[in-house]
């Protein structure tokens, strides 16, 4: 889940001041309301616990947005709010626990009656249907409708832009070439997958996989039905099994969804399906969609990026206590390529952590509230094997150690300094300005770089090419990350795994290719017990940053907005910090 991002270009002092404003605010703003509900709740009133809990039935759930979803077809989403979203009409086998935090990180049944059988050599998982679940139109769910909609995702020819876990685990030989040239009556030609009858499913996985329920929580794993499957267009009007359906879509414009009256709540113990109807407002301008959410016109911002500056300090001084200040599960990061002289040197890399200023990289982010904490390693702390106390360059003190930064130049072969380029992109304003709070501080060790700002639109081309990184001397990279699920393997292997490096989409920026952290992620894969696997994970990543082939700025964190009408409201880690929509209510 890489995509989510922006655009930057804001001088740090301009990021500082806003940061300021920030902390001068902290303390104001009580329980007001929003000028169209009732009482707020109360500042992260929606953190590590439900906020407003009602099981009141009715009233329209308002979303608004400046980005529309990648698509909104199960196995072509990507974006995690489509992933949030997409439960009011797609139904999985399991999901993550509908509960605060990291209650969510667990996965329970959905669809099926339980979380599946395993076989001893844990290659075999074997699920059973629960009763009553049923299509839009009132057919049943089949087990050979899960199988189809699994099927999909092998189209990539087609149905292209989704996760490809599934893929990975169940077929890495990319044998099966998905169901539009499948040559099998029945279209369910992928053998991985069996279905006995039309309430049993069987998925044999190619090697042991201690996340392969993660991978069945994703959308991508929800059911199709054949014969309302329309290929690329399916996203334009997905066929629900889940508590609502779509009534309309106009692209970039609005979506509204109402009941599914088909749906049955007997059969469905995740969702509440309070709100009568539920839609999506698109804008353009993020301010204006701020200042609509801060008037209580909306509930809330769809991809929960966070306020805007101005929105932001607007809702801090009198609207406090509509906001919450969730961890995303993301770490903005700096990436040192070993294709680029002089990064092939890790006393190199361990110069430029050392010169950093990070308290200045984390108001470059916005602050410690809308920027995060300041980031010590590669995992952040919403994934299993997170350390809090592991920070083995003293990050958390803040301040450059200038006289550590030499000591490196100097075992490097270059005491005096040396010239790069740092890489980012044109349409992300933080990422520039951690460019710059970059630039001024390694200036100070005779470390000379120039900015490059490219076409954030054109990331996987540029940044994600390692010809084009060497080309372009981009020794510095600044980026982003997010995990497709809460676990080493969905955080840490695309960024550090060599065998996950790329010629095109690249993720593993530094280019790292070191078998011992190879065998730690095999090892960690292959491991059932989420903490056994958490711990071989941290292993992995202190290896990563024994080599300093990172530097994290911070693990972030965002504002975002509630409004005074909802209800059962929490932020849940298995969201990247967003809030759990299909828990959502309104009050009349």
């Given at each position: 889940?890489?995509?989510?991002?922006n655009?930057?270009?804001?001088?740090?002092a301009t990021?500082?001041?806003?940061?300021?404003?920030?902390i001068?605010?902290?303390?104001?703003?009580?329980?007001?309301?929003?000028s169209?509900?009732?009482k707020?709740?109360?500042?992260?009133?929606?953190?590590?616990?439900?906020?407003?809990?009602s099981?009141?039935?009715g009233?329209?759930?308002k979303?608004?947005?400046?980005?529309?979803?990648d698509?909104?077809?199960?196995?072509r989403?990507y974006?995690?709010?489509?992933?949030?979203?997409?439960?009011?009409?797609?139904r999985?086998?399991?999901?993550?626990?509908p509960?605060?935090?990291?209650?969510?990180?667990?996965?329970v049944?959905?669809m099926?009656?339980?979380?599946?059988?395993?076989?001893?050599?844990?290659?075999?998982?074997?699920?059973?249907?629960?009763?009553?679940?049923?299509?839009?139109d009132?057919k049943p769910?089949t087990?050979?409708?899960?199988?189809?909609g699994i099927?999909?995702?092998?189209?990539?020819d087609?149905?292209?832009g989704g996760?490809?876990?599934l893929?990975?685990?169940?077929?890495?030989g990319?044998?099966?070439?998905?169901?539009?040239k499948?040559?099998?009556?029945?279209?369910?030609?992928?053998?991985?997958?069996?279905?006995?009858?039309?309430?049993?499913?069987v998925?044999h996985?190619?090697k042991?996989n201690g996340?392969f329920?993660?991978?069945?929580?994703?959308?991508?794993?929800g059911?199709?039905?054949?014969?309302?499957?329309?290929?690329?267009?399916?996203?334009?009007?997905?066929?629900?099994?889940?508590?609502?359906?779509?009534?309309?879509?106009?692209?970039?414009?609005?979506?509204?969804l109402?009941r599914?009256?088909?749906?049955?709540?007997s059969s469905d113990?995740?969702?509440?399906?309070?709100?009568?109807?539920?839609?999506?407002?698109?804008?353009?301008?993020?301010?204006?969609?701020?200042s609509?959410?801060i008037?209580?016109?909306?509930?809330?911002?769809l991809?929960a990026?966070?306020?805007?500056?101005?929105?932001r300090?607007k809702a801090?001084?009198s609207?406090?206590?509509?906001?919450?200040?969730?961890?995303?599960g993301?770490?903005?990061?700096?990436?040192?390529?070993?294709?680029v002289?002089?990064?092939?040197?890790?006393h190199?890399?361990k110069a430029?952590?050392?010169?950093?200023?990070?308290?200045?990289l984390?108001?470059?982010?916005?602050?410690?509230?809308?920027g995060?904490?300041?980031g010590?390693?590669?995992?952040?702390?919403?994934?299993?094997?997170?350390?809090?106390n592991?920070?083995?360059y003293?990050?958390?003190?803040?301040?450059?150690?200038?006289?550590?930064a030499?000591?490196?130049?100097?075992?490097?072969?270059?005491?005096?300094?040396?010239k790069?380029?740092?890489?980012v992109r044109?349409?992300?304003q933080?990422?520039?300005?951690t460019?710059?709070?970059?630039?001024?501080?390694l200036k100070?060790v005779?470390?000379d770089?120039?900015?490059?700002?490219?076409?954030?639109?054109q990331?996987?081309?540029?940044?994600?090419?390692?010809?084009?990184?060497k080309?372009?001397?981009?020794?510095?990279i600044?980026?982003?990350w997010?995990s497709?699920?809460?676990?080493?393997?969905g955080?840490?292997?695309?960024?550090?795994?060599?065998?996950?490096?790329e010629q095109?989409?690249?993720?593993?920026?530094?280019?790292?290719?070191?078998?011992?952290?190879?065998?730690?992620?095999?090892?960690?894969?292959?491991?059932?017990?989420?903490?056994k696997?958490?711990?071989?994970f941290q292993?992995?990543?202190?290896?990563?940053?024994?080599?300093a082939w990172?530097?994290?700025?911070?693990?972030?964190k965002?504002?975002?907005?509630r409004?005074?009408?909802l209800?059962?409201?929490?932020?849940?880690?298995?969201?990247?910090?967003?809030?759990?929509?299909?828990?959502?209510?309104?009050?009349?």
């Amino acid at each position: 889940m890489a995509t989510q991002g922006n655009s930057r270009r804001r001088l740090t002092a301009t990021a500082a001041l806003v940061a300021a404003a920030l902390i001068g605010v902290a303390g104001c703003g009580g329980g007001k309301g929003d000028s169209k509900g009732g009482k707020a709740p109360g500042y992260n009133a929606g953190i590590n616990k439900v906020a407003s809990p009602s099981t009141k039935k009715g009233g329209e759930l308002k979303f608004i947005s400046t980005q529309d979803a990648d698509s909104w077809d199960p196995q072509r989403g990507y974006y995690g709010f489509m992933w949030d979203f997409s439960r009011y009409y797609v139904r999985t086998l399991v999901t993550p626990k509908p509960a605060p935090g990291a209650q969510s990180s667990e996965v329970v049944p959905d669809m099926a009656t339980d979380t599946g059988t395993v076989s001893p050599d844990k290659k075999t998982y074997t699920f059973h249907l629960r009763d009553g679940l049923t299509w839009e139109d009132g057919k049943p769910v089949t087990t050979q409708d899960i199988k189809y909609g699994i099927e999909r995702t092998w189209a990539q020819d087609k149905i292209s832009g989704g996760p490809t876990w599934l893929m990975q685990v169940l077929d890495p030989g990319r044998e099966y070439k998905g169901p539009y040239k499948d040559t099998t009556s029945d279209k369910l030609g992928l053998k991985p997958i069996e279905t006995p009858d039309a309430k049993t499913i069987v998925f044999h996985l190619a090697k042991p996989n201690g996340d392969f329920l993660q991978m069945l929580a994703l959308p991508a794993a929800g059911p199709v039905r054949q014969d309302k499957d329309t290929g690329e267009k399916y996203g334009l009007h997905p066929f629900s099994d889940g508590p609502y359906k779509f009534k309309s879509y106009d692209s970039n414009k609005s979506l509204a969804l109402v009941r599914n009256d088909k749906w049955n709540q007997s059969s469905d113990p995740i969702r509440k399906a309070l709100p009568d109807k539920i839609s999506i407002k698109f804008t353009t301008n993020a301010d204006d969609m701020d200042s609509r959410l801060i008037n209580g016109e909306y509930d809330l911002d769809l991809a929960a990026t966070g306020m805007g500056a101005a929105g932001r300090q607007k809702a801090m001084q009198s609207n406090k206590a509509n906001l919450d200040n969730p961890q995303t599960g993301f770490i903005r990061f700096a990436a040192f390529p070993k294709s680029v002289a002089p990064f092939d040197n890790e006393h190199c890399r361990k110069a430029v952590i050392y010169a950093s200023d990070h308290t200045s990289l984390q108001t470059a982010r916005g602050g410690p509230e809308a920027g995060g904490d300041i980031g010590t390693s590669m995992l952040p702390p919403v994934v299993k094997g997170y350390d809090a106390n592991y920070d083995p360059y003293q990050l958390k003190q803040g301040k450059p150690d200038l006289a550590k930064a030499k000591e490196e130049l100097k075992a490097c072969g270059h005491e005096n300094g040396f010239k790069t380029t740092i890489a980012v992109r044109n349409n992300k304003q933080p990422e520039i300005a951690t460019a710059e709070s970059m630039q001024a501080a390694l200036k100070k060790v005779g470390i000379d770089t120039q900015i490059d700002q490219y076409d954030g639109a054109q990331s996987t081309g540029i940044v994600g090419s390692p010809k084009n990184v060497k080309a372009k001397n981009y020794g510095i990279i600044i980026f982003g990350w997010g995990s497709d699920f809460p676990s080493g393997q969905g955080f840490l292997q695309p960024l550090a795994d060599g065998r996950f490096i790329e010629q095109s989409g690249n993720q593993n920026y530094p280019e790292i290719s070191d078998p011992e952290i190879n065998k730690l992620f095999d090892e960690g894969i292959a491991e059932s017990d989420p903490a056994k696997a958490g711990a071989i994970f941290q292993e992995a990543d202190k290896k990563v940053m024994e080599g300093a082939w990172y530097m994290p700025f911070t693990y972030e964190k965002n504002i975002i907005w509630r409004s005074s009408r909802l209800t059962n409201v929490y932020t849940a880690d298995a969201y990247n910090g967003r809030y759990d929509y299909a828990a959502l209510g309104v009050t009349r």
